[in-house]
Structure formats: C-alpha cells, structure tokens
C-alpha cells in the first residue's frame, strides 16, 4: 500500500487520529522513505487495544492484536518523538530506526543503514548519546587515511571529545576545504580530552599489506592517547581490543567523534605530504596526497619512484617490474 492507500484504509476503522501512531514500514512510508508497506502497523493506548475484538498473536515477545491488514498494538504508545504528517501521528525516523535496528530483519539491512545515515545527518552525537546513557563516559572516535595512495604512510587518529562539544559543520573530513579541515583540526586538539595519532609507514604496508598495516595505525593511535578510552566507536574496520567497541559504516559522516579523528588522521598525513612535495616537487604531492593522478604516474615513469614509495601497490610494482 502507498501513502494514500494506507490513510483511506486506516480511516476506515473509525479511530480517533489522536489514539494511534502509525509505526514500522507504514510510518517511512508516510515520511517517504519508501515507497509502500505490506501491512499496517499502528500502536494505540492500552485502553484501545483492549477494546477491540481482534485476534491476538505473539510477535516478538510482544501481543499483537491484527485484524486484515492491520497489526495494532499498545507497547510503542506513547513515544515522545512524533511527527505529524497530513494530520496523522508517525513514529519519527529515530524511532523507526531503533525499532528496524531491534527487529534487525535481514532483509532490512539496507534500510537500516539508510536510516541510521538519515538520523545522524541531523544528530551526529547519536551514538556518543546513546552510549553516554548507558553510562560510557570517554568514548573515542578512530579513523584512518591513506589507504589508497601510492607514496608515504597510513595515519590514525583516536580523539576523546568532551561531552560538552560544539563544532558547526565538523564532518567527513574528505568533504571539508584545507582552510576548514585546518580551523576545525586547532580547535579539535585545543577541545579534546585526549588525541593519538598512529603513523605506519609505507614500509610496514609493504610488509604486512594496507589492511593490517590500517589496524596497526588505529591501535598505535588508541595507545597513544594519554586517557584511555572506555568505549569506541570505529569508521567501518573492526578491531580487536579490551575495550568495547563498535564499527560504523559511514561513520565519519555519522559520528561528530570519528569525524574528529578523521580530520585529525587528514591533517596530519597531509602535512607530512606537503613536506615530501618541497623534497620532490616534481610528483606533484602537495596536491595530489600521493594519490595516483595522471601528473603522478607521468612523474613515475619521468622520475622513477623515491624510496617513500609503496612498491607493492600496483602502479610502482609495474615500474619496478619494467
């Protein structure tokens, strides 16, 4: 059913608009997340549900009254984020987040992810919230750059922020200008509880592959914060640590606190380029990071390659293999 559909089926019932609250798939289909719901799902006082003469079943631990396409029930009445859309209650996208996340239906993965980047578009201390809440005190934010160039390290950063912390615009730091990424980068390290940086160089990436090489930088930056962290809150890598963790998909684009880290891992790395491109200026490094554009490879088979190059990544071992 889309949109309209279910509102001429849910008037159908008689009820009061006051009484209910459209949740689950129903309520993003009102909000336009997606495009239509297999049933309606409504949630109503206890009062209500007692009062209708429907079946009941068990569903997720939990009664569930339904009668033809409707599933209505009582547990989710009362939630404080509602937004009202065309006169009708819906469950607000934080809340059919969480309620997706709970369920966390396989085939809902997708919608999950675009939620959970949805909810922290508008709320990037989501997580940090949430984990405040249950009691976490120090939680830190570790991200990485430098994966993909051809030249220098891989750089991490862990950044415990305070939990009073304000940094309009503070995001991915790949969609921030230099000028921005260098404001926000002094007052992270004038703010922050705690800041480590991990450094691996292109050596070490040589030797154990970018992806280790990445994990190593993360736990070399988590050591070297001078407060250990309580919990942590990851961009995508897993880690295995003593301390609790979690891995986030897009998280510096979810987490103010791995957004910190990533303009910290950012800055840092591109600094040390800046310093490599005043040695070789003819790759091109201050601007290219390392990264293989065209000037870069160009200058590659000019120039051959300097010793900070990485000779197992592709473009370089083709050279050394002329």
């Not at 736990?219 to 963790?245: F, G, Q």
Request: hydrophobic share 35%; with cysteine.
């Amino acid at each position: 059913m889309k949109k309209e559909e279910i509102y001429i089926k849910i008037d159908s019932l008689g009820f009061n608009k006051h009484n209910y609250v459209i949740i689950d798939d129903c309520s993003l289909v009102c909000h336009g997340i997606i495009d239509e719901a297999e049933n309606i799902s409504i949630s109503c006082s206890k009062e209500l549900f007692d009062s209708l003469n429907w079946p009941i079943r068990i569903e997720y631990d939990n009664e569930i009254k339904y009668n033809d396409c409707f599933n209505i029930n009582y547990y989710l009445y009362g939630l404080e984020n509602i937004d009202v859309i065309d006169g009708y209650q819906c469950s607000d996208l934080v809340s059919c987040y969480e309620l997706k996340k709970s369920i966390n239906k396989s085939k809902d993965k997708k919608l999950i992810q675009k939620l959970e980047l949805l909810v922290c578009s508008e709320d990037n201390y989501y997580f940090e919230r949430n984990l405040r809440k249950t009691g976490f005190t120090l939680i830190a934010g570790v991200d990485e750059v430098g994966r993909g160039p051809l030249v220098g390290p891989v750089v991490a950063a862990c950044v415990i922020l305070p939990e009073v912390f304000s940094l309009d615009g503070l995001t991915d730091s790949k969609k921030l200008s230099e000028k921005k990424r260098d404001y926000f980068y002094d007052e992270i390290m004038r703010q922050a509880i705690s800041v480590g940086v991990g450094i691996i160089s292109e050596a070490k990436i040589d030797e154990v592959n970018i992806y280790e090489a990445t994990k190593l930088a993360m736990k070399e930056a988590i050591a070297k914060c001078d407060v250990k962290p309580d919990y942590i809150l990851i961009d995508a890598m897993p880690l295995e640590l003593d301390i609790p963790t979690t891995s986030i998909i897009k998280g510096d684009l979810k987490s103010i606190t791995i957004s910190a880290a990533s303009v910290i891992a950012k800055v840092t790395r591109d600094r040390m380029l800046d310093e490599l491109d005043k040695k070789y200026p003819m790759y091109d490094f201050k601007n290219n990071k390392g990264y293989p554009t065209k000037k870069h490879l160009e200058a590659i088979n000019e120039y051959g390659i300097i010793p900070e190059h990485r000779k197992s990544y592709g473009p370089v071992r083709d050279y050394l293999g002329k």
